[in-house]
């Protein structure tokens, strides 16, 4: 059988796109997902949890054997490599919508302004705000900004809701100047708010339970085959005829008229890379014969930089899990006033817990992140020809001096706002948090780590000099609080060392305009050069927009689909 459509990936995009290009019942579509399925009404109660820290920490929906490099990498200096840091990367139907934080938000509409002057022709911001519309069912607001008939559906926790932390946060928040914003998603300023996620009924909405559901699964011309691992694409020529794939452990080959990367920013490329498609002298060092000669395949890689400042949170003002298991319930949006950066390029979120065993519950955070940034320099490369073997990803996040000023700057402002009125009453102990290989080993939810985290809360409870003593030598990774407050230096150093992304990976497949050496496709996600083959997923972004990726990439799927049906 030859297919019309083989989806190679069934994360946001993919599933999208699957659903709406079976709706013509002409077209054959397969979807390729490597992970798990997600069937309707069987969902894993973790991927269902409105709150996303089961989910996100269980290995069941990851590339296990994934690990990047956060920061610059000197490639002349190997002792000064810094180390690898184990990358949450969903392997899942649905991809990162079944894991992630569930915040739906768009981005400012000076992102898809710059998206059209960097080439993408027809995604500025008038052109995609019809498929962010088209996206969404908004259950709180309608208007101009607004769709009430989408697929995902969004809504915004009301006041009522929110937990002691978060009421305090929002009132920090005030006392700081900000003004309140009702909605997340309306004209983009800066202001503090409800956070938009997408969820009903406190329920996960994923972009498979949203867009693959029951009555679009019964199309007869829609096949979805999970567990399958695309193995390398076919090629007669320049045109990708095909895909070789485990399925469940057999080896199988399925042909099509269009094939559709849709694997993410770290998997996308690296399928490119592997069939010969990128920059040719890095093919050659891996032995791989050039198919085409694409330069920008890999490059370009981004990720938002954040760090975190956590306080032990006061019983009183921790979350019941009555109203809501949601941990993140108010954010603030606000400009650096650096000269020459777009309004609105920082974000922080109140985060009421930090995971999801005992001790979770009893820490509370600012997370950081600059929302505009300009560290572009990041990549993804082969390891080795071998379809086994996981890329090598360098996010390269501190790359522009502007993104560590901006930490620096936005860091200790959020402290003082973590330490004024209400919220510094609920709050004790600050210190800067890192995301270390022991936070990540003991978020692993298993019975292990639920008796671990049980005896640490207990000595979390203690008193508080018991308290200070084993924070600052078990819980802190070299710096204090009192020296990133006082010694930039100190400051410096604390962030070049704890500054991750949020899993926001885009950008290493870009679209711009014929003649642009990093252009890896053109508006339409057709790879330059190519026949029957895009990519449509957030690798193809020209920048990483003022949001979490999950509905800038459903907007993407959206668009590229309307216009492959039209066409």
């Not at 330059?528 to 999950?550: H, K, Q, W, Y």
Request: aromatic share 8%; proline share 5%.
């Amino acid at each position: 059988m030859i297919y019309d459509y083989i989806i190679v990936g069934g994360g946001s995009a993919g599933s999208c796109l699957a659903h709406r290009l079976s709706a013509r019942g002409t077209n054959q579509v397969l979807v390729c997902e490597a992970g798990p399925d997600t069937p309707p009404g069987e969902e894993p109660a973790e991927i269902k949890d409105s709150y996303p820290g089961t989910a996100y920490f269980d290995p069941r929906f990851h590339w296990t054997e994934l690990k990047v490099h956060t920061q610059i990498v000197p490639h002349n200096r190997p002792e000064e490599r810094p180390p690898l840091r184990k990358y949450e990367q969903a392997r899942v139907l649905g991809g990162g919508s079944s894991i992630n934080g569930q915040l739906a938000n768009r981005g400012a509409p000076t992102d898809y302004d710059e998206w059209a002057e960097r080439g993408a022709e027809g995604w500025n911001w008038d052109s995609v705000l019809p498929y962010f519309r088209k996206v969404e069912r908004d259950l709180d607001f309608d208007g101009p900004f607004h769709g009430k008939e989408g697929k995902i559906p969004v809504r915004r926790l009301k006041e009522s809701q929110w937990n002691p932390h978060a009421r305090a946060a929002g009132e920090a928040f005030k006392a700081a100047g900000f003004k309140y914003l009702p909605d997340q998603n309306g004209l983009y300023e800066d202001g503090w708010f409800a956070c938009t996620m997408s969820n009903e009924n406190e329920q996960r909405a994923s972009a498979a339970m949203g867009y693959l559901d029951r009555e679009t699964r019964r199309r007869a011309n829609l096949t979805i085959s999970t567990e399958t691992q695309v193995t390398s694409l076919i090629f007669e020529g320049l045109r990708c005829v095909g895909v070789k794939a485990l399925v469940r452990g057999q080896e199988q080959e399925f042909r099509a008229n269009e094939i559709i990367l849709s694997s993410g920013a770290i998997h996308s490329p690296a399928h490119l890379l592997r069939a010969g498609i990128g920059p040719v002298a890095h093919l050659r060092d891996m032995g791989i014969d050039v198919l085409h000669a694409l330069p920008g395949v890999g490059q370009g890689l981004m990720d938002h930089p954040a760090i975190s400042l956590s306080s032990h949170l006061r019983r009183s003002a921790r979350m019941d899990n009555v109203q809501t298991r949601r941990h993140i319930q108010v954010a603030l949006r606000y400009s650096s006033g650096l000269e020459g950066i777009p309004a609105g390029d920082m974000f922080a979120a109140a985060v009421s817990k930090s995971a999801w065993h005992a001790v979770g519950q009893q820490i509370a955070s600012f997370l950081l992140w600059v929302n505009k940034t300009y560290s572009e320099t990041g990549q993804v490369y082969l390891a080795s020809k071998d379809w086994r073997a996981e890329p090598v990803v360098e996010f390269n996040l501190l790359s522009d001096r502007r993104d560590l000023d901006r930490l620096m700057t936005g860091f200790r402002m959020m402290a003082a706002i973590q330490m004024s009125g209400e919220l510094g009453q609920l709050t004790s102990n600050h210190f800067p948090a890192s995301y270390s290989d022991r936070v990540r080993k003991l978020g692993i939810v298993n019975n292990k780590n639920r008796f671990l985290t049980s005896m640490i809360s207990l000595v979390m409870d203690g008193p508080e000099f018991i308290r200070r003593r084993f924070i600052e030598k078990f819980v802190i990774e070299g710096f204090t609080f009192d020296q990133v407050m006082t010694d930039d230096a100190a400051l410096e150093a604390f962030i070049r060392k704890a500054t991750i992304g949020v899993w926001h990976a885009s950008c290493s497949c870009r679209m711009g305009a014929e003649g642009d050496p990093r252009a890896v496709v053109d508006h339409e996600g057709r790879v330059r050069g190519m026949e029957g083959l895009r990519v449509v997923d957030a690798s193809i972004f020209p920048v990483v927009p003022c949001a979490n990726t999950n509905i800038p990439t459903l907007m993407t799927a959206e668009k590229i689909a309307e216009t492959m049906l039209a066409g």
